[in-house]
């Protein structure tokens, strides 16, 4: 009998069950991390579809039936368990359904062992016959891996092997995808002279630009290190982007690593990041990757051929598995892969292995998420040889000492990061009345009295919208408002006309949320700023005298609001505690020190160590339980798209298509909005369903503030 892995082809060809078990086992082992983890990678490759050695599966793949009618996953975790292979065993079960508690696991091998005993005697002696196999070619060969080390290697596994599987059934159905899949590998050489010349083609003038320069020369001298954890704690404004892609670069060379990971906290930042990459290296070396590019998986099945040929079709498929040599993606997408057990979101985790990893402002993980995301980048530094840099303008006391269980040996990257701080002092900071409440009315006051451009940044939305109309009804100077409110594509607009207004020296006054202060790169004269956690504060200030130009340090006004809100409950309460610990002592915020002091004290005073029992979970290798608790944002949130004279052509050209393909939705993101699903219900009348799937906004609109309501809208 000859036995298939899959049915017949376009071309009529089926696809042999030995040939395929063998393919994806030779692809797991060029996966595997190190030669000890190779024969574990090689066993779980061969013995993954062996459910599929039995009659009703051959019957269902030639005469077809209910997809799933005849499950084979369980058998080959079943075989794995008779031969010791305990992490293979949940790759297997999972390898379709995505990555099963310990529980699960026991029942689906319990079914399988006590009521078809002689099915799988003869599966195992057929499998082990087509293959010319001995069971002694099929022996377990310990990882010396335990606890949570051992739950990141099952992940790792899992991850290898839904890749492998794909990739080889890809190979089968369809070729000409297969063939337009990237295989570029990481050319350090090339991209660190590309770098080199892009930096010294800027100006070398000044005091700010020569400190750039002197600390970039620094890092590059601590890149010839073994893989580990690194920081590299900057004043926003010294150019912490491309010093620590040209640290990463040689890194990557010295230790001959795969790729660069760029993972940023929003979306907002990341089209920039990606775009100056971009611009430097070239389009093709750099892929960006987020939310909005989470397509259902059949989408791109349904894609025309001829669309094989569009020039980012490769980029499209390497959004699968980041088969790539430099990635921009945000925490929410790297983190809940990490945690996460569908074989759609971990089939990228592998690709992590053996990269450099650059975290951008991580202080923005959810403070009950910081103990059970780095003692999962532990496992991921040991067990997978990934490097950690920690890039931020206010380093978290993220290190191991008494009491927190953190990283051990953070090796930085800045020389005398005190001297760096005080150097770059461009600001003066004040309270206004020493942070009692202030009216609206009140704060208009004070920035009307100020004869210069000015950044007000607010918590809320709603607060955002409101001092903007006020101050829109009693100035005649050019107001801006800037909120998630508004799709990404208007909001870039009113960023260009904002610059072109400061670069001429032009009076303006921009009312807006915390979205400006990150990787929006404003230098205002003057920025006021509703109290807001220390990284927020700090991060805000970095939006004045950006370039340190003025003849006297920029002004930098804190206040409290009368009847303000906050995001959360918890950004409240970091806000209150960090003004409690500056309060009358505002020369605190320069202190770099002071930073790390503030992070150790809301570890210990916010943080339940394991809320939510995420370590607990791993140490029983319960994947499922861990992904549904590791949620980086807790709300729901749907993209809607937003019908309106600027999205109208592009709605024209996609409303009748019967699919959307991944390009659509890249261009639909730039007009759309992720709201939250209460007011989704709330405003159901202004929202329509489209057949593809997607939700439309159809509601009011407005050129200056967009979609108009106090509802809660957020982008991720």
């Known amino acids: 009998m000859t036995w298939i892995a899959h049915s017949a082809n376009s071309a009529g060809s089926t696809h042999s069950l030995s040939e395929h078990l063998l393919r994806v086992a030779e692809k797991m082992r060029d996966f595997s991390v190190n030669t ?20 009703a599966f051959q019957k269902y793949l030639k005469e077809g039936g209910r997809r799933g ?53 003869s599966i195992q002696s057929t499998f082990l016959n087509d293959l010319n196999l001995d069971e002694s070619d099929l022996r377990y060969k310990d990882t010396g891996l335990r606890g949570t080390d051992k739950e990141l290697f099952i992940r790792l596994l899992f991850s290898a092997l839904t890749d492998a599987d794909w990739l080889d059934t890809e190979s089968h159905f369809n070729i000409a995808v297969s063939e337009r899949r990237y295989g570029r590998t990481l050319d350090t050489s090339f991209l660190i002279e590309k770098l080199s010349q892009e930096i010294n083609n800027k100006n070398k003038d000044g005091i700010i630009n020569q400190l750039r320069n002197k600390v970039r020369e620094y890092a590059l001298s601590k890149a010839g290190t073994e893989p580990g ?100 993606t945000t925490s929410v997408q790297f983190f809940e892969s990490l945690f996460g057990n569908k074989p759609t979101q971990c089939r990228k985790v592998h690709n992590i292995a053996k990269s450099v990893v650059i975290f951008d402002e991580i202080q923005t993980l959810p403070k009950e998420m910081v103990m059970p995301t780095l003692s999962m980048l532990k496992s991921v530094q040991k067990v997978m040889g990934t490097t950690f840099l920690f890039c931020t303008a206010t380093q978290p006391a993220f290190e191991k000492y008494e009491e927190f269980d953190g990283i051990e040996n953070i090796q930085s990257l800045v020389e005398n990061t005190r001297e760096v701080y005080d150097i770059t002092r461009r600001v003066e900071y004040f309270s206004i009345e020493n942070y009692q409440p202030v ?25 955002t919208l409101l001092f903007f109309n006020t101050l829109k009804n009693r100035t005649t100077d050019k107001t801006y408002h800037l909120s998630t409110g508004m799709f990404p594509a208007h909001r870039k607009e009113v960023i260009r006309k904002i610059r072109i207004s400061l670069n001429n020296n032009v009076k303006i006054l921009v009312s807006s949320t915390q979205l400006i202060e990150a990787g929006v790169d404003f230098d205002f004269p003057t920025v006021y700023r509703e109290i807001a956690p220390l990284e927020s504060i700090i991060q805000s200030a970095g939006r004045c005298n950006r370039e340190g130009k003025m003849n006297n340090p920029g002004k930098v006004y804190i206040f409290s609001l009368m009847d303000s809100g906050a995001p959360d409950k918890q950004y409240r309460s970091l806000a209150e505690f960090a003004n409690s610990l500056y309060k009358g002592k505002e020369h605190l915020l320069f202190d770099h020190d002071f930073y790390k002091d503030y992070y150790r004290k809301i570890l210990k005073l916010f943080i339940d160590a394991d809320k939510k029992k995420i370590e607990d979970a791993r140490k029983v290798f319960n994947f499922k339980s861990v992904a549904q608790s590791y949620r980086l944002i807790e709300n729901n949130t749907t993209p809607v798209f937003v019908y309106c004279e600027a999205s109208k052509t592009l709605y024209e050209r996609i409303r009748y298509k019967p699919v959307l393909s991944r390009e659509d939705y890249r261009e639909m993101q730039q007009y759309s909005v992720q709201i939250y699903d209460n007011f989704l219900k709330e405003n159901i009348d202004k929202l329509g369903k489209e057949e593809q799937g997607y939700w439309k906004w159809f509601g009011d609109y407005n050129n200056e503030s967009g979609i108009s309501t106090d509802s809660p809208v957020l982008i991720l």
């Open 36 to 55: 000890g983890f190779e024969s574990i990678f090689y066993f779980t490759g061969l013995l993954h579809d062996v459910g599929k050695y039995q009659p």
């Open 69 to 121: 009618s005849v499950p084979h996953a369980s058998w080959g975790a079943t075989l794995s368990t008779k031969y010791n292979h305990f992490e293979a065993a949940f790759a297997i079960d999972g390898h379709h359904k995505g990555l099963p508690d310990r529980g699960e696991l026991k029942s689906d091998l319990s079914e399988i062992e006590n009521h078809a005993h002689s099915v799988f005697s």
């Open 229 to 328: 954890f690194f920081s590299m704690a900057l004043p926003t404004g010294m150019g912490k982007t491309l010093t620590s892609v040209s640290w990463a670069l040689q890194h990557a060379q010295y230790n001959d690593m795969k790729r660069i990971i760029i993972v940023l906290p929003f979306i907002s930042i990341i089209d920039q990041t990606a775009q100056e990459l971009k611009r430097i290296f070239g389009d093709e070396w750099v892929l960006e990757h987020h939310s909005n590019f989470n397509v259902n998986q059949e989408t791109d099945n349904n894609i025309a051929d001829e669309t094989i040929q569009d020039a980012h079709y490769t980029k499209r498929l390497a959004i699968e598995n980041w088969d790539f040599p430099v990635i921009v």
């Open 439 to 463: 009216t609206i009315d009140k704060l208009c006051d004070k920035v009307l009295q100020q004869n210069e451009s000015a950044l007000c940044i607010f918590n809320t939305k709603k607060q």
